[in-house]
């Protein structure tokens, strides 16, 4: 959610920004008018209320002296029912109001690049060697169907199409990889959460996912409830603190946490249609932090290390973008993605998004934290994935591959492959 405020003081300079985003400049104009209206509806009926005060004590006043008080009802009933009026139209204003305000994204950063298109998105590094193979690479679905491990075919006859099942070594690899990155991440300090899989309106709203995700049915929600299966764990973790106030002195705050992740995947048909990289389904490890303004920045950079040195151990080549104004999430202010090597295809693919949104989703879910003034702020909140396992899964099957058809395990997960040093066929 924007500052209103902000959004007074210099109107146009949001506009700017937002439309970098597609928003047209008419928003914010509508915006403000309804503010404006607001306001003077607040004023007349706040004075409204105080002249019926008075009225109150007047007609007490009168009852008193035994005095005809009937002139001074009348009014007072009269007042009243203008004031119920004012308060209904204050109530339809601010929900017009909230509900423009909602469908506004966050202020990119100045430094963001500025497209309407995922075009033009900035690389800042690219690490790791791009393996080379004296055949030709697989693709990881062929990969794991060959070897007995990934079936998608069985998925698709109990669930549907992008659903899968994981057997054997491929569960064992999944379970892995995700024990893993939860190993690294609580080692560099990120404290490890299981949070619900399911959450209430109110949770989504305040993560910036609806109303986005009810227009576009994007998610899965459950019939005759208010809840909806999560997209990321990122909503259950920022909303651990909705509605609260949490400490200055325990900020920064640091969760991970592994969660599947449900998603409709509204809008991609015929993207993805094979193999674990778009499943309605799949397992993520998230990170989230809570920050103070001032500190922010920096956060973003440490969760963007801290999702690489998982793929840098991991053997696997990478670069990290910045994306467009336009490709970043609705709350995000900037967004850097990991994008991994996939031989087969020939090209990067995502991973991972580490995302600023700054104050956008403390002030949709009142997060705050108390100065040593005893003044009230807005945290600042950061995501990123750390990693997405099914992906990763996929990275390693393509990028370990052996012309014989197994997969050479990278040393790092062997450990938790029972010291396995190959995925060979199934028997």
Not at 285 to 296: A, H
């Amino acid at each position: 959610m924007l500052d209103i405020k902000k959004i007074r003081k210099d109107p146009d300079y949001i506009k700017e920004k937002l439309a970098t985003r597609g928003i047209k400049g008419e928003m914010i104009d509508q915006l403000l008018a309804l503010d404006a209206k607001r306001r003077e509806l607040i004023v007349k009926s706040e004075s409204l209320k105080a002249t019926r005060n008075e009225v109150s004590d007047k007609i007490s006043q009168l009852k008193r002296q035994k005095e005809d008080a009937s002139e001074a009802i009348a009014e007072m009933k009269k007042t009243g029912q203008t004031i119920k009026e004012l308060d209904e139209q204050l109530r339809q204003i601010e929900k017009k109001e909230d509900d423009l305000a909602a469908h506004l994204p966050n202020i990119p950063a100045d430094d963001v690049p500025v497209s309407l298109t995922e075009e033009g998105a900035v690389e800042l590094r690219r690490i790791g060697q791009i393996p080379t193979f004296s055949f030709k690479p697989k693709h990881h679905w062929d990969i794991g169907e060959n070897l007995g491990i990934l079936d998608f075919e069985r998925a698709a006859k109990v669930s549907g199409s992008r659903f899968v099942y994981y057997i054997g070594d491929g569960a064992l690899l999944e379970r892995a990889v995700y024990n893993f990155y939860l190993d690294q991440n609580t080692a560099a300090g990120y404290q490890e959460v299981i949070p619900p899989y399911m959450v209430n309106d109110a949770s989504m709203y305040g993560t910036g996912q609806f109303p986005k995700f009810l227009e576009n049915k994007a998610g899965y929600e459950i019939t005759g409830t208010d809840l909806t299966m999560i997209p990321t764990a990122e909503v259950p973790l920022v909303n651990y603190y909705r509605n609260e106030v949490i400490p200055e002195e325990k900020l920064p705050v640091s969760f991970t946490a592994l969660s599947p992740a449900f998603r409709s995947e509204a809008g991609s048909a015929g993207r993805d249609t094979k193999g674990l990289i778009r499943l309605h389904q799949f397992n993520k490890v998230e990170m989230v932090k809570f920050t103070k303004p001032e500190d922010s920045w920096n956060a973003l950079e440490q969760i963007t290390h801290q999702a690489e040195d998982n793929l840098k151990k991991l053997g696997l080549a990478y670069h990290v973008i910045t994306l467009t104004t336009s490709d970043m999430s609705f709350t995000a202010a900037m967004t850097h993605d990991l994008e991994v090597w996939f031989p087969a295809q020939n090209k990067y693919r995502e991973i991972s998004s580490c995302s600023n949104t700054t104050d956008f989703q403390a002030r949709r879910s009142h997060i705050q934290y108390r100065d040593q003034d005893g003044k009230l702020h807005y945290v600042h909140t950061l995501n990123g994935s750390g990693l997405a396992v099914g992906r990763t899964v996929a990275a390693i099957l393509e990028n370990y591959q052996n012309e014989d058809g197994t997969v050479t395990i990278p040393e790092v997960l062997r450990p938790y492959m029972h010291g396995k040093t190959k995925i060979e066929k199934q028997q």
